[in-house]
């Protein structure tokens, strides 16, 4: 049975900040995974029906007010179990409040609070579906990224050509350098990387390309 054809994943543009909402699912079994629901939970749903999948588990990156609107909806509709690291607990509960003010966006309720915490090594599953949980903090203390069949879900921890902003409360460069050089630039070079905002890339093209890899290299080289 060839289990990387039975996966397949969606994404979705939502929000004012132009949030990547990822959708996997196992075609035989039906069941999928949402990533980072970040606002306009029903065109989430029309998503998961036009791929003939259920949500069976909300998995988020970090709890940035941009990743987590659409939670409460995509779990009301579904049931399914919202998983966020720990540390990030305090900014899900709290972080949402003044950006919505800020942008005076029309959100009369907050995400909901975790079902389960998730943490590095877990294993995110559905039937006929993983994925490995890798701990990537730098972006917030609590930020994580999920890898499945040649597939990292990177949150806001590895865009194309630039990385995840470290100005925001919580927020460490030197940490999430460190995130992204120890653990992701393990994984093969070919893994196709799907972040939180803007287009994908690949892990070979950021080692190549990624200009803060770049500078990383220098420093560490600089410091030896």
């Given at each position: 049975m060839d289990v990387v054809n039975e996966i397949m994943v969606k994404g979705i543009v939502v929000g004012v900040f132009a949030e990547n909402c990822w959708i996997i699912g196992n075609r035989r079994t039906g069941e999928a995974i949402c990533i980072d629901p970040g606002d306009q939970p029903n065109e989430v749903m029309d998503l998961a029906k036009d791929m003939g999948v259920n949500i069976k588990i909300i998995a988020n990156s970090h709890a940035h007010v941009d990743h987590v609107l659409g939670v409460r909806g995509v779990q009301e509709a579904t049931n399914a179990r919202f998983l966020l690291h720990k540390a990030d607990l305090g900014l899900l509960q709290n972080g949402w409040k003044d950006t919505v003010k800020r942008f005076n966006l029309d959100v009369q309720e907050g995400p909901p609070d975790p079902d389960n915490y998730v943490t590095g090594g877990n294993i995110v599953e559905v039937e006929g579906l993983r994925l490995e949980a890798i701990e990537t903090p730098g972006h917030t203390p609590g930020s994580m990224s999920y890898y499945t069949e040649g597939l990292l879900f990177s949150g806001d921890t590895l865009f194309k050509g630039s990385i995840g902003r470290t100005d925001l409360p919580g927020g460490d460069y030197e940490e999430e350098m460190r995130s992204i050089n120890t653990m992701l630039t393990k994984l093969p070079d070919e893994t196709v990387v799907l972040p939180g905002h803007m287009a994908e890339t690949t892990i070979?093209?950021?080692?190549?390309?990624?200009?803060?890899?770049?500078?990383?290299?220098?420093?560490q080289i600089s410091n030896h």
């Open positions: 070979a093209d950021e080692k190549a390309n990624n200009p803060f890899f770049q500078d990383w290299k220098k420093k």
